[in-house]
């Protein structure tokens, strides 16, 4: 038998390569997660950069402008597309990575382990175990050649802060009378990543992606409908 400690690693990796619920274990995901809100000063400063960003784009200033002038507060919109890249979706991410990170660490070691035991019960004639672990090193090495693609997987409308976007949806289909474009919300994000020192998200940098992740989003959380609904009251 395996010890404990490694077949607790290898159950969590084959539940997310599978698809299957995770048992309570090492890679659950944590019941809170600090997600501290900025000091205002530090936001104040974080908006003034991507104001910056967003006049360094043409299509962004004049989007930006247009909705200006009909009566909207850039600095709303600011800070919703500040919690849009340092929410908790983001946290969740990092989160994700470094549990990525520590299964590979941990099945990569558990490879010539396995091969090991396989080799010691064919030397005792225990053909039926050793079979059965040799059957287990193949589906490591095949998840291990598809791990990346595999943690990289998310369905529309999770895994990011979409309940932010949709509350500058509501408010700049309040003031104006009309609903940002899915490209318009490219050009935030990007402003956004930029203001934040992070890399472009060339998922995001997709309309079409963002136009099908916030439909989605907002099918499946009617609960959550006054945040694009009447926003004013979530500001």
């Not at 009566?71 to 919109?77: E, N, P, S």
């Not at 490879?111 to 589906?139: I, K, M, Q, V």
């Not at 474009?181 to 472009?200: C, H, K, P, V």
């Amino acid at each position: 038998m395996l010890p404990s400690v490694l077949l607790q690693f290898y159950d969590a990796y084959k539940s997310q390569y599978t698809g299957a619920s995770m048992n309570k274990g090492v890679f659950d995901i944590p019941d809170a997660i600090d997600f501290t809100k900025e000091k205002e000063a530090e936001r104040d400063e974080w908006s003034k950069r991507f104001s910056q960003q967003v006049s360094d784009s043409q299509p962004a200033r004049e989007t930006m402008l247009r909705w200006q002038n009909a009566g909207c507060d850039w600095k709303v919109i600011a800070h919703a597309m500040h919690r849009y890249v340092n929410g908790a979706a983001l946290k969740l991410n990092q989160w994700t990575r470094r549990r990525e990170k520590e299964i590979k660490r941990v099945l990569i070691n558990a490879r010539p382990a396995l091969r090991d035991l396989e080799e010691l019960y064919r030397c005792c004639n225990d053909g039926e175990r050793a079979s059965r672990l040799a059957a287990e090193t193949e589906f490591i090495e095949g998840g291990l050649s598809q791990m990346k693609r595999a943690f990289a997987t998310k369905k529309f409308g999770v895994g990011r802060s979409w309940s932010d976007l949709a509350t500058v949806e509501g408010y700049v289909f309040e003031v104006t009378g009309k609903a940002p474009t899915a490209y318009e919300f490219t050009l935030l994000i990007n402003a956004a990543r930029g203001a934040d020192g992070q890399s472009q998200d060339r998922w995001e940098a997709n309309p079409e992606n963002i136009h099908k992740g916030l439909k989605t989003f907002k099918k499946n959380n009617s609960r959550l409908e006054p945040l694009w609904k009447n926003p004013s009251r979530k500001l």
